[in-house]
């Protein structure tokens, strides 16, 4: 599933739109493989995942 259909589906579900970075860090907690960004400045994330939006993105990675 790509970040912009997890994007897509997140909106129609919760009618929210999400940050393709808290989708790559819900994918680096689950274990999934995930690409550093070229900008990417420092190890830990600029935009972490907001706790509340975790288990929702999680939800839709794992049952697409």
């Keep these: 599933m ?4 997890i994007q897509d589906e997140y909106k129609s579900k ?5 940050k393709t970075c808290w989708i ?3 994918k680096r907690k689950m274990g999934l ?20 939006k975790y288990e929702e993105i999680k939800r839709i990675i794992e049952n697409g």
Excluded: G, L
């Design 2 to 5: 790509t970040y912009k259909q």
């Design 14 to 18: 919760y009618n929210s739109s999400i």
């Design 24 to 26: 790559a860090d819900t």
């Design 33 to 52: 493989p995930v690409r550093i960004a070229y900008n990417r400045i420092s190890e830990s994330p600029k935009y972490p995942c907001p706790k509340e």
